[in-house]
């Protein structure tokens, strides 16, 4: 067995416009690395984190990564040492699962060091766990997409139940990270409570829709489902130019447009990859436009889930 | 061409627990059966209609099957005169779509009758209007998969975007009718305008857990997500025995019980043929022991539509 290992995991898009709270998806980039490597002394640490301009805890107990591994040690029962070091490499705080992306890392790098015992499906739990000491709540919509690749339904928390769906081949997604800061707390404060039934009868039918159109490959209906009347009217007002970027990214032949995670970012889906780049372009405008920074990224849905790195 | 023509169409399920206002499946019996004759003096009659207690008007503009037809016949611009008969062979307000299989019955009779000039899909307005004379609303959750067969979804009303969704091929239902009564107008009022957040989230989760359990022949996930934890909170006390049927339902099997439309109807699906008449009889014990009479119906998911019978 070797001593050390590299991994990264995706980033992920959370809630998918319909979907609040039950659906994301993996993309191929941006994503974080983790590296382990086995030490003599007991315990885990932290000797290294870049790319999160000093903002992480480098105490294992209150890293994300940190709290995966330790989970994973424990409920296996090994008092392997071992030592971390974390690239950040992509935005925080970007609606894009960034914490998530760097728990998955851990779980799937730690299962994999030692021997990899455990499936994939074992290392949700030590995953939500480790989103759960940056998010305060123990959620699985970005966490499963990147752990498992893909497209994830979480069907229920209360027991678990996590739902793979298949998605078409041409299905790609041009994401937009304007450098401007949502944080979740706030994000999750401005939903109301209560909700219309007429909406939710809307809401349902979409998810239902773009679960449907996911799996028969039917692009027009995906098309046709991307509408979100609940979380989007609510959220989109801290994202200055939203509109905007929604109409452009329409009139540029997307699928549909919506908030990724929490947001800032704000994620098309689009059929074939020539149209995703010129969906991402055309975003891209309306925030220089705006004068507010930003990062585009074009990817397909990611299908692999986390990956060894030499 | 010839003079006339005898067409059967099915009982649905609306609702279908999950997807209130947007699910709906057919079953092969009970259904209501419609003969349409041509005549030589022009306009529409119904001259005989049987099994409904008198109940429905002879006025063909005020019968879901007479406004489908005269719809139909003013669409495609024909004066030609055509004589109804109707024989109702399922029970009133049950639940069961009675009036939706009348109009489809009738709007998928006058264009065979007629030559067949209309696809499937195109009828579908007609039926609609035939069941807004009964019922007072165009809704369409037990239209469309009268007409259509299978399971369908109706993702959206305005516009009207109807998909179909498969199903697996063990997938049989289990339906009782309590001869009770349960008005639709009553189900619909005590239905609450507005519902929490996160009820709304665990019943997409559901729907859309339904959907792809359906689409992946996942009979277990079909059983996890056939839960309501909105509609049938409220509209079950006005069943007697609700709970006691849902609980026989499930311990002899069934993957998930659920109300029928608004009721009083209550249907189960289940794999296999033989699941579904041992749920049948357990159900029917349980009304038999309340002193309500009722009609038990086993069935598969019906998957041709209305057919025409010699």
């Known amino acids: 067995m070797s001593e050390s290992i590299r991994v990264f995991a995706s980033a992920t898009v959370a809630n998918v416009a319909c979907g609040f709270d039950i659906l994301g998806f993996a993309v191929n980039a941006p994503g974080d690395e983790v590296i382990l490597k086995k030490k003599n002394t007991p315990g885990v640490t932290i000797s290294q984190i870049t790319g999160d301009g000093g903002r992480l805890s480098l105490n294992s107990q209150e890293n994300t990564v940190g709290v995966a591994v330790l989970q ?19 935005p925080f ?63 229920s928390y209360q027991p678990l139940d996590v739902v793979r769906i298949n998605t078409p081949p041409e299905l790609y997604c041009a994401i937009i990270h304007p450098q401007i800061e949502v944080p979740t707390k706030e994000a999750r404060n401005i939903l109301k409570k209560n909700i219309r039934m007429e909406d939710a009868i809307t809401q349902w039918g979409n998810v239902a829709g773009l679960i449907a159109g996911l799996m028969q490959s039917d692009y027009a209906l995906i098309g046709r489902s991307l509408q979100d009347v609940i979380v989007e009217p609510v959220r989109s007002i801290l994202i200055p130019g939203f509109e905007k970027v929604k109409q452009a990214s329409l009139q540029t032949g997307a699928l549909g447009c919506g908030i990724s995670g929490s947001g800032p970012s704000i994620f098309s889906l689009c059929r074939g990859q020539e149209t995703a780049v010129q969906v991402g372009k055309a975003k891209q405008q309306i925030f220089e436009q705006l004068g507010i920074g930003c990062e585009v990224y074009t990817s397909q849905i990611n299908q692999q889930g986390p990956v060894i790195l030499e």
């Open 72 to 90: 994973y040690l424990n409920k296996i029962g090994s008092d392997q040492g071992i030592d971390i070091t974390l690239h950040k490499k992509m």
């Open 93 to 155: 705080g970007s609606g894009l699962g960034s914490s998530a992306a760097s728990a998955v890392a851990g779980a799937f790098a730690i299962n994999e060091l030692l021997g990899g015992s455990l499936s994939t499906e074992e290392l949700l739990p030590f995953a939500i766990e480790g989103e759960r000491i940056a998010c305060g709540s123990a959620h699985a919509d970005n966490v499963a997409p990147s752990l498992f690749g893909g497209f994830v339904l979480i069907r």
